[in-house]
Every structure is written in C-alpha cells, then in structure tokens.
C-alpha cells in the first residue's frame, strides 16, 4: 500500500504537507503540541476534510466515499484511549497491547499517534519494536511523535 500526501493544507496549523510512505517504510512526523499532527492523521483517516492539496492511496483519491473502504484496511492507534472511569488498568500497558495488536494484524496501512500517557523507556522501546516490525512485515507504517529526531517535522 502506498499513502500520498501532496500539499495538504488544513487550517493554520497543516501547511503544504507533501509526505509519501509506502509498503515496508516506516516513517514519524515530529512537532510540537499543537502543530497539527493528530489533525493531519485524521485528515488521512478521512475523518477531516483538507483545505488544499490531495490525499491518495494506492493512486486513489481519499474522499468522502472512498474513506470508509480505505479505514477498512487501516489499523489506528489514537492518541488518547477512552475507557470508562471505574476502568484501572495502567492505560500505558493498554496503549502498547493496542499498538501490539494492530501492529500484527493483517491491516496494510498502520496509523499511529503519539500516546496522550506517558510512557516509560521500556515501553518506549517496545513501541519502536512494533512500529519497524509492522513495516517488516510489509505494512506501511504513519506514526507522529513529540520527539525532534523523527524523519519529518511539522
């Protein structure tokens, strides 16, 4: 599978975003709170319109209607999990068995954002295990981070 991105805009804070990622690749986005990450995520998801530019996948448009077979083939990984508050298991361990599971799944495009939990080095270093293993084994791999090393910065 391979996701395009080409000068997407959307709002202030998403301009000319031009990104390809494809079967095999892993690649990060990287920004600061509020950058626009998360948006742009679920602009590639088909849950926001974009203001300018397109979004294809496999050299088809992403539109209204084309959205829900796409998220068909799509594992997401949000930002934040939503569980009932009588819940009390540690949300960092959920976060990874999330991770864990769609990483090994048999979804072609994996979508990851950065978790709205802190998590510890250990968990860290598992969270990069299963990003690179999803992309070994063939999927192609959108994750957003905070952290500034990543390959590409909002």
Do not use: C
Request: glycine share 6%.
């Amino acid at each position: 599978m391979m996701l395009e991105l080409h000068h997407v805009t959307i709002g202030q804070f998403v301009k000319d975003v031009s990104l390809t990622v494809g079967a095999g690749q892993l690649l990060t986005l990287s920004g600061a709170s509020g950058s626009g990450k998360t948006t742009l995520l679920r602009a590639v998801l088909g849950f926001l319109p974009i203001d300018s530019g397109h979004i294809s996948i496999d050299g088809e448009l992403l539109t209204p209607l084309s959205a829900p077979y796409f998220r068909r083939q799509t594992a997401y990984v949000p930002q934040r999990l939503v569980v009932p508050e009588w819940y009390t298991n540690e949300l960092s361990t959920d976060y990874v068995r999330m991770l864990e599971q769609a990483a090994f799944s048999d979804k072609q495009l994996l979508i990851v954002d950065e978790p709205a939990i802190r998590l510890d080095a250990a968990q860290w270093e598992t969270v990069d295990r299963l990003l690179h293993q999803a992309a070994e084994r063939g999927a192609a791999v959108l994750a957003v981070t905070a952290d500034p090393t990543s390959n590409i910065e909002l």
